[in-house]
Nanobody, 118 residues
Framework: QLQAFGGGLAQAGGSLTLSCEPS????????MSWYRQAPGKDRELVAD???????NYADPVKGRFTISRDNAKNMVYLQMNDLKPEDTAAYYC??????????????WGQGTLVTVSS
C-alpha cells in the first residue's frame, strides 16, 4: 500500500520533506505525483515527476517545492521550503502512468498531514 510520511507541524518559512515508497519497484510507474487536500477543498495536484525526471509544479508551490525520485532507494520525495499557512493540508503520494499523453493515477494510499502555523 502506498503511504506518504514525513508530515508534521512547521512554522511559516520553515521546511519539511515528505517521502513515499510505492508498492513494488519505482520503475513500474512512469508518473509519480504528490497531491494535497485542505479541509473543505478538493484534492489538487502539487507536483509530479516522470521516469525521465521531467517535473511539473502547481503555480502556488513553484520555486518553493521540489519533487524528486531516487530509483535506487525506491523512494519519491517532496522537499517543501518557505512553507506558508495555506500549504496546510493532507498530502498524498500517487504512483501512476502517462499513457498517450494522459496521466493515469493509481489507487490512493494514506496521506500525511502538514500543518503550517503563522
Amino acid at each position: 500500500q502506498l503511504q506518504a510520511f514525513g508530515g508534521g507541524l512547521a512554522q511559516a518559512g520553515g521546511s519539511l520533506t515528505l517521502s513515499c515508497e510505492p508498492s513494488g519497484s519505482l520503475y513500474m510507474y512512469s508518473l509519480m505525483s504528490w497531491y494535497r487536500q485542505a479541509p473543505g477543498k478538493d484534492r489538487e495536484l502539487v507536483a509530479d515527476i516522470t521516469t525521465g525526471g521531467d517535473t511539473n509544479y502547481a503555480d502556488p508551490v513553484k520555486g518553493r517545492f521540489t519533487i524528486s525520485r531516487d530509483n535506487a532507494k525506491n523512494m519519491v520525495y517532496l522537499q517543501m521550503n518557505d512553507l506558508k499557512p495555506e500549504d496546510t493540508a493532507a498530502y498524498y503520494c500517487n504512483a501512476g502512468y502517462t499513457v498517450a499523453g494522459k496521466n493515469i493515477l493509481g489507487p490512493w494510499g494514506q496521506g500525511t498531514l502538514v500543518t503550517v502555523s503563522s
